[in-house]
């Protein structure tokens, strides 16, 4: 079962039509044909075992986190929660926020977390159009509040992914996730920067980049291009970027990296 506010999208879902474009329409049919249903009615909750929050995660107006939709979605199902449920984030978000956010209302909701309610955080992971890479075939790092949160995650996402990678807290999953769409945005803003300095310099940056590909170690090609596409490259590092302000930090890299490729699209147009 899948819950949507959206009554549009929930009528195409049950028609077994597909709203993501990069997502086949035949899927959606299939599954649908196999018994799946979507709705608007977070009553039918206390049917499901397991709850998987995968909602997005958007900045705010100053660039910091904004967690409406993952709050929103709490308030939704929390008078609905029951007994030996497993309650799994999946949004992109900065670490701390399953136990700052989610473990709250769990416990307000009367659970005592490990023994009669199970909490985890799995981020996803997707290459949108790349057709080498399935949900069943990435490896799927997983993660629980306490022990047993960890085993029962774990044992739902070993059904269905090839390979699963337990962490030791959610913490560290939410960091990886962040680690992850870090290291694009950095390398990209890198070779942005050396794109503009090559053009100053009449050097060829694709041939140089290709060129330094040939290494068989120790280089990873990254191309330049008018800024960060995507929803998650542009967004995500800045949650970590917010969250180390909290701790007294400030991310140089991460930031001079989102002003060039902030800077990125101006470049084309003047070019």
Known sequence: IGFEVDGKKVQMLNSGESYIKHIDAKLTDTAVKNGFKATSDFSHIPSTAAILICVPTPLGVHNEPDLSYIHSTLQS???HLTENQLLILESTTYPGT???????????AGFKIGTNFFVGYSPEREDPGNKNFTTKTIPKVVSGYTENC????KALYDQIVDQT????SPKVAEMTKILENIHRAVNIGLVNELKMVADKMDIDIYEVINTAATK????TPYYPGPGLGGHCIPIDPFYLTWKAKEMGMNTRFIELAGEINTAMPAYVVQK
């Open 165 to 168: 990678v337990p962490v030791s």
């Open 150 to 153: 960890l085993e029962v995650t």
């Open 98 to 108: 399953t136990e700052e956010e989610v473990i709250p209302v769990v416990e307000k």
């Open 77 to 79: 199902i929390k008078p």
């Open 216 to 219: 068989p170690f120790g280089f």
